[in-house]
């Protein structure tokens, strides 16, 4: 499964939102702090969105590891936060579940206040942000699968 992580973060590095997609089994699972619970096709819409719209996106895989049913990788975003011009370096530990060589269940887990400072700057450090930053995310993922 390391070809498979390998393949993954390449294609997030190229912005191939469709490959990272087809990395997915049909019935999958994502989470992270700002979307937190995707399933099915909606982690590929994800993935497919964010890099349709990613324009300065730059992913380093720093390290993964994999034991053919479960996997983890240490990955590092580099971009510019859209709605504020902010640069951001999100430091990302992910844990996979894999099953008939596809990812079944992903999990990114990330320090929500460090990028919300970077993203927002100080007003990010406010308690109602996050519940906004989902709710916008959300909103926008609906949006991008609806169209």
């Given at each position: 499964m390391d070809e498979l992580i390998q393949r993954f973060y390449a294609a997030f590095d190229?912005?191939?939102?469709?490959?990272?997609?087809?990395?997915?089994a049909p019935d999958a699972h994502f989470w992270d702090?700002?979307?937190?619970?995707?399933?099915?096709?909606?982690?590929?819409?994800?993935?497919?969105?964010?890099t349709g719209r990613a324009e300065d996106l730059r992913v380093?895989?720093?390290?993964?590891s994999?034991?053919?049913?479960?996997g983890s990788a240490r990955w590092i975003a580099h971009y510019t936060f859209?709605?504020?011009?902010?640069?951001?370096v999100n430091d990302i530990r992910a844990t996979f579940k894999f099953k008939d060589?596809?990812?079944?269940d992903h999990r990114d887990e990330f320090d929500f206040t460090k990028w919300a400072r970077q993203a927002i700057g100080l007003p990010g450090l406010l308690p109602p942000?996050?519940?906004q930053v989902r709710k916008?995310?959300?909103?926008?993922?609906?949006?991008?699968?609806a169209s």
């Amino acid at each position: 499964m390391d070809e498979l992580i390998q393949r993954f973060y390449a294609a997030f590095d190229k912005h191939d939102g469709d490959t990272m997609a087809a990395c997915y089994a049909p019935d999958a699972h994502f989470w992270d702090p700002v979307f937190q619970d995707l399933t099915g096709a909606e982690a590929g819409a994800m993935w497919r969105m964010l890099t349709g719209r990613a324009e300065d996106l730059r992913v380093e895989l720093a390290e993964h590891s994999s034991d053919g049913e479960t996997g983890s990788a240490r990955w590092i975003a580099h971009y510019t936060f859209t709605q504020t011009g902010k640069p951001v370096v999100n430091d990302i530990r992910a844990t996979f579940k894999f099953k008939d060589g596809l990812i079944a269940d992903h999990r990114d887990e990330f320090d929500f206040t460090k990028w919300a400072r970077q993203a927002i700057g100080l007003p990010g450090l406010l308690p109602p942000v996050r519940s906004q930053v989902r709710k916008k995310a959300r909103a926008g993922l609906d949006e991008y699968m609806a169209s």
